[in-house]
Each structure stands twice: as structure tokens, then as C-alpha cells.
């Protein structure tokens, strides 16, 4: 498989998500603003997005993905006929479980949304009760975007990767379709109706997905529970997985929680729209390189090919810092006029849009930490190792805690993202000495020569954007055209300064540029 090819297909599709996502958010700040409103849907937001990231994108794919493709590969099997039937079984498993969870949750989100926001800070309690009720639209989404997961899990692990990548875009047109047809002068109302559209972009994306699989001829079964020794030994990868997949999200709940409980109203929407912003590169690299490397290296270990699944792996890591490190310095040098051409107008104030950009830079700092995660947990899940991962990443949430505890105080809506970034790379430094001690991964002469030219190229593109950025920001606060103008001229500057640089210092070079050119004639 061509790993550039496939992540880019599954990258540029997130990138319209991404691109739609801070549509969504540009509106969504100009209509509601950093205020109670605000705080309130994105705190009720942060419970489905949680659970994805813990359950449904993260544990799930990473324990049914290697054990749906090693009964669809084994050669003394019926292949793609015996992977269905253990996906019907989880299936049947999991979808009572995921109702039951769903009606708990809904009887109890008044506790739950206490452990999200710590009760606000400074609200009355008829204005809580407006976050829980939110909370409780948002739930739904839960048991929804689990379901979307099984399916696209089947449809990664046929290479039909671009069908699940094109699913978040449903949620991002709904939310946007929300915003512009149910906007309310009032932002309490505005924020209520966002809270009802999540759940009903969930109904969209189940919808896209289970026609996508009987497009290719998927089609599950309902079945009578039965923990089967498959199932079983599904569900023992599932619960240690869901930590260790979900170690960024979990620390961004942390962070979430002590800024609305401990910070004035509004930290918590400078956090979110930061980590929204920081999340796009997220998006584009790392979860396209993800969800390849899993099924891809999964597939290499399978076949007995460990000295190929190593060269993905390297490969992978080479292609995150390439395209990771510009990313991380362009959002530390540039926070400002991104922030302000993005989000600097209508309730959305100058001094919100600065507090933004300041949360923006301590966030960024850990993007290629939140990145090379993506790439290294699959050489542990793709040998049905889901433990390791875990523990290492409750070292990371404790050192989250840790981090924000000490930094809350002094540093207010910049400690949290802080300490997420710096959570993030002890995670990475952990699982990379771990996989290097057991002989599962070794940067190669390739790597280790390239990665440090990578990083001058990186700051040589820093250096021009610092002057390009003085320039352009007078332009940052006129009409949408003159807004965006001014950013993509900021960012097409950048992204020739450093591909120049890259082949100067020989971080890339002219045969690599030429080997992808006959790739992409030859496909």
C-alpha cells in the first residue's frame, strides 16, 4: 500500500471536515460568544467527543480492527464470510450494552455534568440546570457514533478508507445548518439547538455508514447475545484500550473541568476553540496516518513480515514529523492573526481572540506529541497488546493533573493546554523507549538523519512567518475576502519557505520529490 496515497486520501477528506469545523466554530462564536452559553454546550460537547475518543474511534478500532483482519486474512478460514460473523457477534453485544449505558447516563447527567464542569464557576442553579440539559441532548450521540465505529471499522479493514473519513463531515454540516437556519438573538437558545443537532448529525453518520457497507456488500445481522471466546477476548482489549486511546481526551475533560469550575466564564470556549484550531493538523496527519497504520501493520504481522511493519512504522514517524513540525511553528509564531481572522468578530471580542491565541501556542507546543501517539500505539494494538499503552497513558493523565494543578493559578486559561502538551510527550517518550526495548521499532538510518533537518527547516519557516505575520495583520480585521486573503497568503508563504528549506538542508530530497510523481502518474 502507498502509506503517502492512503493518508492523503483520508487526510484531505478531514481536511473539508476541518475546514467545515471552524466554519462551524467561526459561526458558532460570532452568534453565541465566550460566555456561560458558550461554556455550557461545549462543556455538554466534551461528554460524546469523550466517549469517541475513548470507546468508539479509539479502543473499539483498536481491538477489532486486527481481530476482524486476522479472520478475514487467515488462510484456513472463509475470509471475509467468518470476519462478518464475529462482527455480527460484537454487534450483538455491544448494541444492548450501548442502550443500557445510554439510559443510565440520561437519568444521570446532572452528577455527570457536575464531574465535567466542576458546577461552573459562579452560576446560579437554574443556569446549570440549563447545562445538564444540553448534556442530556448530547447523549445520544453516544450510543450513535459507537455504531458508526463498528461499521467503519469493517470498511478500513477492506481498504475502503474513505468512506468512515468523510463521516465527521455529516456532523459539521448539521451543526452549521444549526447555526444558520436556528440562530437565536438569545445565545442560550442557540447553544440548546447546537446541543440537539449533535444528535441528530449521530443519525446521519449511522445512516452514511450502514449504506456505505451494503454498497459493498457488508451486511450484519442481528443475533442473540453471547460472549463468545472472540467476543470475550474483544472485550478485553476494549477496556484498556479506551485509556490509552483516549489519554488526550481524558486530559482535555481534566482541563475542561478545573478551567469552568476555577477560571471567570469564557476560559473554558478560549480552551476549546484553541484546541480546535490545534486539532486540524491533528486531523489531517494524524488521523489518516492511524487509521492506516493499524490495519496496514496488522496486516505485515499477520503474513510473518516484521521487518516491513518496522519500515511502515518508520516510514510513518518520517511522514508526521514532515508534515507535523511547520504545523506546530506556524500556530506558535501565528496564534494571533489566525485567531483573529477566524473568530475576531460579532460576540467573539479582540481580547477573547488573544486569550485564544495564547491558549493556542501552549497547545501547540505538544502537536507533534498528540501525533507520533497516532503512530506508535499501533505497533502495541497491532499485536493485541492494549495494556502497555494504558499504563502509560495513566502516567500521562497524572502528570496532566499535576500540570494543571501547579499551573491553573498562575498562567489561568494557558495552564491547562500546557500541561496537555506536556502530558502528551512523556506519553510518546514512553511508548517509544518501550516498543525500542522489546525490539518492535528502531528509527532508521533514514529517519534518524532526516528528523533533525526537518526540525531547522521547520524553524527557518518560523523565522519568515514571524516578519510575514507583522504584515498581514492589519488585513486580519476587515471584510471576510480581505480576512482570508491576508491567511492564505501568511500560509502559502510558509509552505514555500519551507519546502524550500526542506530541500536545501536535505530533509527531502529531489529523488523523493520524483519517486512521488511516478506514484501518482502510475495511480
Known sequence: MNLLKATGTIGGLTLISRVLGLVRDSLFARYVGASFASDAFLVAFRLPNLFRALFAEGA?????????????????????????????????????????????????????????????????????????????????????????????????????????????????????TALLVFHNADPLATARNQAIAVSVSGVLQLAWLGWACWRNGVSLRLRLPRLTPEVKRLMTLILPAAAGAGAAQI???????????????????????????????????????????????????????????????NRGMELALLLTLPATVALVVCGDPIAAALFGYGRYTPAATHYTAQALAAFSIGLPSYILVKVLTPGFYARQDTRTPVRFAVISMAVNLVGNLMLIVPLQHVGPPLATAIASSVNVWMLYRELERRGHFMADRRLRRRAPRLLLAALVMGAALWRGQMLITPYVQGSWPVRFGALAALVSAGMLVYALATVVLGAFSRDDIALLLRRRRAS
Open 60 to 176: 473499539f478500532a483498536s481491538a477489532f480492527i486486527p481481530m476482524f483482519n486476522r479472520k478475514v486474512s487467515d488462510p484456513d478460514g472463509r475470509g471475509l464470510a467468518d470476519g462478518l460473523v464475529f462482527a455480527e457477534q460484537a454487534l450483538a453485544v455491544l448494541l444492548p450494552v450501548l442502550i443500557a449505558l445510554t439510559v443510565l447516563l440520561e437519568l444521570f447527567a446532572w452528577p455527570v455534568t457536575l464531574v465535567l464542569s466542576g458546577k461552573f464557576h459562579g452560576v446560579t442553579p437554574g443556569e446549570f440546570a440549563f447545562a445538564v440539559t444540553c448534556s442530556r441532548y448530547t447523549i445520544p450521540y453516544l450510543m450513535l457514533i459507537s455504531l458508526v465505529s463498528l461499521f467503519g471499522g469493517i470498511l478500513n479493514s477492506l481498504q475502503k478508507f474513505w468512506v468512515n473519513a468523510a463521516a465527521p463531515i455529516l456532523l459539521n454540516l448539521t451543526l452549521i
Open 251 to 313: 486530559n482535555l475533560v481534566i482541563s475542561t473541568a478545573l478551567a469552568a469550575s476555577l477560571l471567570s466564564h469564557g476560559s473554558v470556549t478560549y480552551i476549546y476553540i484553541a484546541d480546535r484550531l490545534n486539532q486540524l493538523p491533528l486531523g489531517l496527519i494524524g488521523i489518516g496516518l492511524g487509521t492506516v497504520l493499524l490495519p496496514t501493520i496488522s496486516r505485515q504481522l499477520g503474513a510473518g513480515d516484521d521487518l516491513a511493519a518496522l519500515d511502515t512504522q
